[in-house]
């Protein structure tokens, strides 16, 4: 088993900044991906962003391209999400995803393990 726990949430203004941390444990050489989702009020979970183990290779939502970075240090077995130029739309509790695979996924399916989550609010 692996266990993610991500951090880093908070209130922010619009156009501000934060960055978001999903510290692994247990079996982690088991993980390949990992990757970023979403999910706000009333709506379905979203893809957000994703990595493979390298860091190599990178995908985004079209929603947050440009503004949001992801990396990972494997030694520390951590990924990060840094979202620049916060929207009110970006609203959302963000969870953390690990997968066994080795290819980069925007499915939920596609990822094994899960966070509890971290709340962000951005107010305009």
């Known amino acids: 088993q692996v266990q993610l726990v991500e951090s880093g949430g908070g209130l922010v203004q619009a156009g501000g900044s934060l960055v978001l941390s999903c510290a692994a444990s247990?079996?982690?050489?088991?993980?390949?991906?990992m990757g970023w989702f979403r999910q706000a009020p009333r709506k379905e979970r979203e893809f957000v962003a994703a990595?493979?183990?390298?860091?190599?290779?990178?995908v985004y939502a079209d929603s947050v391209k440009g503004r949001f970075t992801i990396s990972r240090n494997n030694r520390k077995n951590t990924a990060y999400l840094q979202m620049n130029s916060l929207k009110p739309e970006d609203t959302a509790v963000y969870y953390c995803?690990?997968?066994?695979?080795?290819?980069?996924?925007?499915?939920?399916?596609?990822?094994?393990?899960w966070g509890q989550g971290t709340r962000v609010t951005v107010s305009s």
């Open positions: 995803a690990a997968g066994r695979g080795s290819d980069v996924s925007t499915a939920v399916a596609a990822y094994d393990y």
């Open positions: 247990g079996r982690t050489f088991s993980v390949n991906a």
């Open positions: 990595i493979n183990w390298s860091g190599l290779n990178t």
